[in-house]
T-cell receptor, first 113, second 109 residues
Framework: EAGVTQSPTHLIKTRGQQATLRCSPI?????VYWYQQALGLGLQFLLWYDEGEERNRGNFPPRFSGRQFPNYSSELNVNALELEDSALYLC????????????FGPGTRLTVT | GQQVMQIPQYQHVQEGEDFTTYCNSSTTLSNIQWYKQRPGGHPVFLIQ?????EVKKQKRLTFQFGEAKKNSSLHITATQTTDVGTYFC?????????FGAGTRLFVKA
């Protein structure tokens, strides 16, 4: 069974541009989570989608947004990129609700120059 | 808001020594999950604790949930070089997952 996949692996953008990151969950999982992991730091919760709806978001500005498609894949958009947005963006999926274990993808390394 | 704190931030051990990381919350934890992230890798689920006072073991790893459900610990007996990585705890109750900052374990052979 395929795991969580993310694309692209690496993304290089300049300040002010927009970035789009994509995630495909494990088959059967309806929940998708996005996290930001700055170099050497912990995971900061960004967004949680389930059944196509945004269930919750972390303490990030509105220029971080996303959506979940009918096939449960998800997209994270970051507008007006800032240097401090450089980080590893991890996507995870689970059965419905965060009380189930989360399976993480390999991440997208976003570099903003 | 709720904070999940982990101590220590780093731990260097000699192979064969024991290791413990502690997870403390400012509020009562709903469920606690533990994850391990190898250097350059992504977090991998280890275990979930749900009940007050719960203790679970996985080979050399022992996980505990505090009686008041405000803390948890992960203990590794006789560390091996394969144990290197960062260990995260996470509160998975409610509608968001709150991760601790993690404890990075270094094991010297």
């Amino acid at each position: 069974e395929a795991g969580v996949t993310q694309s692209p692996t690496h993304l290089i953008k300049t300040r002010g541009q927009q970035a789009t990151l994509r995630c495909s969950p494990i088959s059967g999982h309806t929940s998708v989570y996005w996290y930001q992991q700055a170099l050497g730091l912990g995971l900061q919760f960004l967004l949680w989608y389930d059944e196509g709806e945004e269930r919750n978001r972390g303490n990030f500005p509105p220029r971080f947004s996303g959506r979940q498609f009918p096939n449960y894949s998800s997209e994270l958009n970051v507008n007006a990129l800032e240097l401090e947005d450089s980080a590893l963006y991890l996507c995870a999926s689970s059965l419905r609700t965060s009380k189930y274990e989360q399976f993480f993808g390999p991440g997208t390394r976003l570099t903003v120059t | 808001g709720q904070q999940v704190m982990q101590i220590p931030q780093y731990q260097h051990v000699q192979e064969g020594e024991d290791f413990t990381t502690y997870c403390n919350s400012s509020t009562t934890l709903s469920n606690i999950q533990w994850y391990k992230q190898r250097p350059g890798g992504h977090p991998v689920f280890l275990i979930q604790l749900v009940k007050s006072g719960e203790v679970k073991k996985q080979k050399r790893l022992t996980f505990q949930f505090g009686e008041a459900k405000k803390n948890s610990s992960l203990h590794i007996t006789a560390t091996q070089t394969t144990d290197v990585g960062t260990y995260f705890c996470a509160d998975t109750g409610g509608f968001k997952t709150i991760f601790g900052a993690g404890t990075r374990l270094f094991v010297k052979a």
